[in-house]
């Protein structure tokens, strides 16, 4: 069985705080990691992907990928209230883990 | 932006009542998805499709439901009796073929069984 876990919070920060939200997976075939932030009431939208070990930065985003502990996290720089979302992780065949709720508080 | 599309956006069935809901993935997309989110909870896989033939499917997507391709453009998922645990938010999902192409998401359709 593929299982994607991730730490379902819920996550408070305040506002301007570094956010950090981890995932690891059981399948040490995956190759494509994804984070996607889903709104209450609203589909999944892609954030970003990573593929290749190490950090791959967009923006205020950063995903960091180590393929041997397998585990795959994102942080949220300078967390703004528009910010609060659940944050869900997807490996390559399109799993999600449980997604983390995270609230930025003003 | 080409985006999916679903329909409807809110279906209101009866237990034991056969529903279709529909789907038009980006047209050139190959892999096509279904989800489904029940209020509070999780987005569970249900079944993925390339090729016209199911690829994947979880342990959810039992003999109740079902897939099709009925067109060049529709992606379809038949649920043929349905219960009322099946209310839930049904997601449509479709990927391009490279590798690490990520999913794009309809805006789902909400199922309510009453």
């Known amino acids: 069985q593929k299982e994607v876990e991730q730490n379902s919070g819920p996550l408070s920060v305040p506002e301007g705080a570094i956010a950090s939200l981890n995932c690891t997976y059981s399948?040490?075939?995956?190759?494509?990691f994804f984070w996607y932030r889903q709104y209450s009431g609203k589909s999944p939208e892609l954030i970003m992907f990573i593929y290749s070990n190490g950090d791959k930065e967009d923006g205020r985003f950063t995903a960091q990928l180590n393929k041997a502990s397998q585990y795959v996290s994102l942080l949220i720089r300078d967390s703004q209230p528009s910010d609060s979302a659940t944050y869900l992780c997807?490996?390559?065949?399109?799993?999600f883990g449980a997604g983390t709720r995270l609230t930025v508080k003003p | 932006e080409p985006e999916v599309t679903q329909t409807p956006s809110h279906q209101v069935t009866q237990m034991g009542q056969e529903v279709i809901l529909r789907c038009v993935p980006i047209?050139?997309?190959?892999?096509f998805y279904w989800y489904r989110q029940i209020l509070g909870q999780k987005v569970e896989f249900l079944v993925s499709?390339?090729?016209?033939?199911?690829?994947?499917k979880s342990e959810i997507f039992d003999d109740q439901f079902s897939v099709e391709r009925p067109d060049g453009s529709n992606f379809t998922l038949k649920i043929r009796s349905t219960k009322l645990e099946d209310s839930a938010m049904y997601f449509c999902?479709?990927?391009?073929?490279?590798?690490?192409?990520?999913?794009?998401f309809g805006n789902g359709t909400r199922l309510t069984v009453t």
């Open positions: 999902a479709s990927r391009a073929l490279e590798t690490h192409s990520p999913l794009h």
């Open positions: 997807a490996v390559n065949d399109m799993r």
């Open positions: 047209s050139n997309h190959l892999y």
């Open positions: 399948d040490r075939g995956s190759q494509s």
């Open positions: 499709f390339y090729n016209n033939e199911i690829s994947e």
